[in-house]
């Protein structure tokens, strides 16, 4: 285990829990990292990230990737900024994926730029309006002829 000492700078350092001593994370402690995480044996090549992808759409960066080759499509990713172990598989791939539907964080990975969201989201939400007022509108004479007929059966009319 890492203890993180945060420092008023926003610089932080990280101390293992056993001696005190400092830890960098370079690629050795991101594998020992992942296999603590994963709970078996990381492959012996981890792969520097740079740039946000599909798997690390957001978060520090660089951070380290360790690429297992299972089933599930298993990779580790380790960030040496926050010390943050990330594990990501098919499933919880797709989980993120539907959250993202929710959010709409596909469509800010699809386009950089957030005024265009910003748009987006503005014409989607007139469209919806617009929708919801055309249903209204179109479910009116039918109210109107149900409040009739029942005010004639109750004999209020």
Not at 146 to 151: P, Y
């Given at each position: 285990?890492?203890?993180q ?5 926003k610089?932080?350092?990280f101390?293992r ?26 492959p ?7 740039t ?7 978060g ?14 298993t ?10 172990v ?12 539907v ?18 969201v ?40």
């Amino acid at each position: 285990p890492l203890y993180q000492a945060r420092f008023a700078a926003k610089s932080s350092l990280f101390l293992r829990a056993t001696d005190g001593s400092e830890v960098m994370i370079t690629a050795g402690p991101a594998r020992t990292m992942a296999e603590a995480a994963v709970g078996r044996p990381a492959p012996s090549g981890a792969i520097e990230v740079r740039t946000h992808d599909a798997d690390y759409p957001s978060g520090a960066l660089p951070i380290f990737r360790l690429v297992y080759g299972d089933d599930k499509k298993t990779s580790v990713d380790v960030s040496p900024r926050t010390a943050e172990v990330r594990v990501n598989d098919s499933r919880r791939r797709m989980r993120r994926m539907v959250g993202s539907l929710h959010t709409f964080g596909s469509l800010r990975a699809l386009i950089r730029s957030p005024a265009t969201v910003h748009q987006l989201f503005i014409f989607a939400s007139l469209v919806s309006l617009l929708v919801v007022l055309t249903g209204y509108v179109l479910a009116l004479p039918r109210r109107r002829r149900r409040r009739i007929a029942d005010r004639r059966v109750s004999g209020k009319v």
